[in-house]
């Protein structure tokens, strides 16, 4: 039987808390409001609510530690950038560490001053 209670204490404890049997927490609040939303707000016919539903399950599925939806916003972030023509956003911290990385090389071939240019 489903407690209160014990639906707390595993939401807390658990990082993946299930409702359902395979279904986290993530997917079952996308699809709550997913379907509520398409539904209830914007007045969609009852025979689409499975879509809703099913959307709502691929879209808050874990993938490689990674919730889809996430995955899939960030993909269209990076596309609309790219439409309008605004800069790409960089990974900093991984352009600084190869430019480290080819000095730190210069450096041990012998070269008295390394001089890397940051393109």
């Keep these: ?48 609510a499975p879509f809703f539903i099913i959307t709502g399950y691929v879209a808050g599925y874990n993938h490689n530690g990674e919730v889809v939806l996430k995955r899939l916003a960030a993909y269209l972030i990076v596309w609309v950038r790219q439409f309008i023509g ?18 730190e090389q210069q450096q041990i071939r012998g070269a008295l001053t390394a001089t890397v240019i940051v393109e």
């Design 86 to 103: 605004m800069p790409q956003i960089v990974n900093v911290q991984a352009e600084w560490d190869t430019v480290r990385g080819r000095a």
């Design 1 to 48: 039987m489903f407690s209160v209670t014990h639906f707390r204490s595993e939401f807390i404890y658990q990082g993946t808390a299930t409702i359902i049997r395979k279904v986290t927490m993530v997917q079952f609040m996308l699809v709550m409001v997913l379907t509520g939303t398409g539904v209830g707000i914007f007045n969609a016919p009852l025979w689409m």
